[in-house]
């Protein structure tokens, strides 16, 4: 399943504030908005409303209870404003519609007012005896119909509907233009804001994400080694205290590395001094072996099993001694390359045919494979497969070569039970010894160790699989023309 996209620390903040921005300038200038637009119509509708009461009061005493045609155009005539049309009814069997003097149409060009546009139920409330009015949108104009009954006073005082109705529009075209224009004005306010929040959250992310770039910098840079790498404390907030704790932290990690650096440099350097003070008392310990092994077939049998036994520690400790300083060598830097053209069938041949593996190993080694390395190392890092493979794998063993224009590739397989998983990615370690069925019960625990060293001082490489069937195998590669050594000779 593919990953979804993770937007940056900086798209997260700009999109926050954005955010935050657009809602808080909808709210604002909506709530601005609404109310505007209410005090508008509010303040057009209350004006109408006054405006038609005073007209009415010009029309009492009612000259009749029950007008005609004529009366009701006189009522219209008095009734109108010169601002807006007029209807006037009668129990729905007379009316009369009037536009304003002189015929113009109401201002904004409104339609003129005819019983048909008044809603049905501003009708019904005007008829009950109560002045009422209503906003209404007709040929897609705004308008606000005002109705009012007239009413008749009885000598008691008391008054009765007498069933005229008088009708009175007000075009809201100039209030409507207004409030579009509150509107847009709000509109630009919010984009307004949005561009200043963007720029708000550009340079708030620009002081944010600068001392975490500094950070992740200085943070790979510890890592590839640079111990000495600190990073600018700026001012007392939390990212300062962030830069404060990270430099707190290089600190104690430059001095521990050091100490382990030195602790390192300490162990090897007595490790080789060791090593090569040796190798002196070992020489006289090796010819007093080899005198005790010639003569321990004609001494007792207690006699001869331990002059075999001291003959065989000697040499296990004279082995040991140069794989350490071997392997002091590598880790001082200075060990290096003899290079010759070699063939390299032939080398794999010598390696076994010197050690007496000819009979047990099965080879497969195309011939006029040359490449340009080092013999006697080499030497040691297939002596050293092919031994392993002997005393700890099954038989068959087996050399196979294999080239290409640029690589040469040596597998060495037996067939034994192989290597547990657990034991793989430990089997080049210095001196480890696995307790698994390929496990190690004799040797230095340097071998593999010294055989990785010499693949890797060639720029090779050496490691090992277990095959599907069974068995370990090792495949060193390397170059068919490995660099200059650039050390002295050992």
């Not at 908005?33 to 303040?43: D, F, T």
């Amino acid at each position: 399943m593919t990953p979804r996209p993770v937007l940056g620390l900086r798209a997260r903040l700009l999109f926050a504030f954005a955010l935050l921005c657009v809602v808080t300038a909808a709210a604002v200038a909506g709530a601005i908005y609404v109310e505007a637009r209410n005090a508008i119509l509010q303040r057009a509708q209350d004006a109408a409303v006054q405006a038609m009461r005073t007209r009415m009061e010009a029309l009492f005493p009612l000259e009749t209870a029950t007008p005609g045609p004529a009366e009701l155009d006189d009522i219209v005539r008095i009734v109108t404003d010169g601002n807006g049309p007029v209807v006037a009814v009668y129990h729905e069997a007379h009316s009369v519609t009037r536009p304003p003097p002189g015929g113009r149409r109401p201002p904004g060009g409104g339609p003129i007012l005819t019983p048909e546009v008044i809603p049905s139920g501003l009708r019904r409330v005007v008829a009950g005896g109560d002045m009422a009015w209503q906003r209404v949108v007709w040929q897609g104009q705004p308008i606000l119909i005002i109705g009012s009954p007239l009413l008749i006073a009885e000598p008691d005082r008391t008054t009765r509907v007498s069933g005229i109705e008088i009708y009175t529009a007000r075009n809201l075209l100039p209030e409507q233009h207004s409030i579009d224009r509150l509107a847009a004005f709000a509109w630009l306010t919010g984009g307004a804001a949005l561009a200043f929040a963007v720029v708000l959250a550009l340079l708030a992310t620009r002081g944010v994400l600068r001392p975490v770039r500094e950070l992740g910098r200085a943070a790979r840079l510890l890592g590839k080694g640079e111990m000495r790498t600190r990073i600018e404390v700026r001012g007392s907030d939390e990212l300062a205290d962030v830069a404060r704790t990270f430099n707190t932290t290089a600190a104690e990690l430059e001095r521990h590395v050091r100490q382990l650096r030195e602790m390192e440099a300490d162990a090897r350097r007595f490790v080789a001094d060791v090593s090569h003070e040796l190798r002196t008392p070992l020489a006289a310990l090796a010819a007093v072996a080899d005198i005790l092994d010639e003569e321990a077939t004609r001494l007792p049998e207690p006699a001869g099993r331990a002059a075999r036994l001291v003959s065989q520690e000697t040499l296990n400790l004279t082995g040991l001694v140069n794989d350490l300083i071997e392997i002091s060598r590598f880790d001082s830097g200075v060990a290096a390359l003899a290079l010759n053209e070699i063939d390299v069938a032939e080398l794999v041949r010598a390696t076994l045919r010197t050690r007496g593996w000819t009979e047990p190993v099965h080879t497969e080694l195309p011939p006029g494979v040359t490449a340009r390395l080092d013999p006697r190392r080499v030497d040691v890092i297939l002596a050293n497969l092919v031994g392993n493979a002997l005393r700890h794998g099954e038989p068959p063993v087996s050399v196979r070569l294999s080239a290409d224009p640029h690589w040469i590739a040596l597998e060495v397989r037996d067939h034994g039970p192989g290597l547990d998983e657990a034991v793989l990615p430990h089997v080049f370690d210095r001196f480890y010894k696995a307790s698994a069925s390929r496990a190690r019960s004799e040797g230095s625990g340097l071998g593999l160790a010294i055989a990785r060293e010499n693949a890797r001082l060639h720029r090779g490489d050496l490691t090992v699989t277990n095959a599907p069937d069974g068995g370990a195998v090792f495949t060193l590669r390397l170059p068919r023309r490995a660099p200059d050594p650039d050390g002295g000779p050992e």
